[in-house]
């Protein structure tokens, strides 16, 4: 498959969505909503779960399954009260020493005159910060399309994993195109040029682990997940100093 190619695979509306993802990992999911300033934002859920016998707090950008979900979902476009819903809930994990589970499938932050006017930028900004400084362990899984700050506001993580055909990008192939070539139909070439597959994120140290997608959909998929996710949420909770090795992880990109 070429970049583009996983690019399409990982807009495909067939593919499992964060509801997909809680539903089948997790057990007694309680869903939390608003950001205690504004509304509540649909397009992230989040909220309380066991992953096992571990209490965690999961949270994940929703693109929705059918049309009308889409729309109330906004594409999966988070506004900024959907990036405070989740810097509270992470806030309310910490306070908790609960793990934080993130799933990232978004095209990018949504780009509205009002979620500029309420401080998106501001918004996403507060998210980076305050991430880095966590005292629990963070892991996010790009389980669709990483696009932009839209999907760094839940990425800055311990861990970053992957399916072996989702994106990681700070801009759209076509967006870049546009830019780069003043043609949007040369996106497969500039897909090429952003490195943005799996494999790219892996050899660059962006991502620590990418997962296979034999049987995506399935019971044995999920328990899989499951079952790595569990294992690495328990090693994390043996590190000593999380922020600061989240910091030199992040440092150390571009060396």
Same mark, same amino acid.
């Given at each position: 498959?070429?970049?583009?190619? $996983?690019?399409?695979?990982?807009?495909?509306?067939?593919? /499992?969505?964060? =509801?997909?993802?809680?539903?089948?990992?997790?057990?007694?999911?309680?869903?939390?909503?608003?950001?205690?300033?504004?509304?509540?934002?649909?397009?992230?859920? @989040? !909220?309380?779960?066991?992953?096992?016998?571990? /209490?965690?707090?999961?949270?994940?950008?929703?693109? !929705?399954?059918?049309?009308?979900?889409?729309?109330?979902?906004?594409?999966?476009?988070?506004?900024?009260? @959907?990036?405070?819903? #989740?810097?509270?809930?992470? $806030? =309310?994990?910490?306070?908790?020493?609960?793990?934080?589970?993130?799933?990232?499938?978004?095209?990018?932050?949504?780009?509205?005159? !009002?979620?500029?006017?309420? *401080? =998106?930028? =501001?918004?996403? &900004?507060?998210?980076?910060?305050?991430?880095?400084?966590?005292?629990?362990?963070?892991?996010?899984?790009?389980?669709?399309?990483?696009?932009?700050?839209? #999907?760094? #506001?839940?990425?800055?993580?311990? $861990?970053?994993?992957?399916?072996?055909? &989702?994106?990681?990008?700070?801009?759209?192939?076509?967006?870049? #195109?546009?830019?780069?070539? $003043?043609?949007?139909?040369?996106?497969?070439? &500039?897909?090429?040029?952003?490195?943005?597959?799996?494999?790219?994120?892996?050899?660059?140290?962006? &991502?620590?682990?990418?997962?296979?997608?034999?049987?995506? @959909?399935?019971?044995?998929?999920? !328990?899989?997940?499951?079952?790595?996710? %569990?294992?690495?949420?328990?090693?994390?909770?043996?590190?000593?100093?999380?922020? *600061?090795?989240? %910091?030199?992880?992040?440092?150390?990109?571009?060396?």
């Amino acid at each position: 498959m070429t970049a583009y190619d $996983k690019v399409r695979t990982a807009r495909s509306t067939s593919r /499992p969505t964060t =509801q997909d993802y809680i539903a089948s990992m997790f057990t007694g999911f309680i869903e939390l909503h608003g950001d205690r300033r504004y509304r509540d934002d649909e397009a992230i859920i @989040g !909220g309380l779960a066991y992953l096992g016998d571990k /209490p965690v707090t999961v949270i994940g950008i929703e693109k !929705g399954h059918d049309t009308i979900e889409r729309m109330r979902r906004s594409f999966g476009a988070p506004e900024p009260e @959907g990036y405070r819903k #989740a810097l509270r809930l992470m $806030k =309310q994990a910490e306070k908790f020493r609960r793990p934080v589970v993130c799933f990232v499938d978004t095209s990018g932050a949504y780009c509205g005159i !009002g979620a500029e006017e309420r *401080g =998106q930028g =501001q918004a996403i &900004a507060e998210n980076l910060m305050e991430m880095m400084a966590l005292r629990i362990p963070t892991v996010s899984i790009l389980i669709g399309e990483g696009g932009s700050g839209g #999907a760094l #506001a839940l990425a800055v993580s311990d $861990k970053v994993w992957m399916l072996e055909n &989702a994106v990681y990008s700070v801009i759209s192939p076509e967006g870049c #195109a546009s830019i780069l070539y $003043k043609d949007a139909s040369e996106a497969p070439k &500039a897909a090429e040029s952003l490195r943005l597959t799996a494999e790219d994120a892996l050899s660059l140290g962006v &991502a620590e682990r990418v997962i296979s997608e034999d049987g995506i @959909g399935t019971e044995d998929f999920y !328990g899989r997940l499951a079952e790595e996710l %569990y294992g690495e949420l328990e090693a994390l909770g043996h590190e000593t100093d999380l922020p *600061g090795t989240r %910091y030199q992880r992040f440092r150390a990109f571009g060396r």
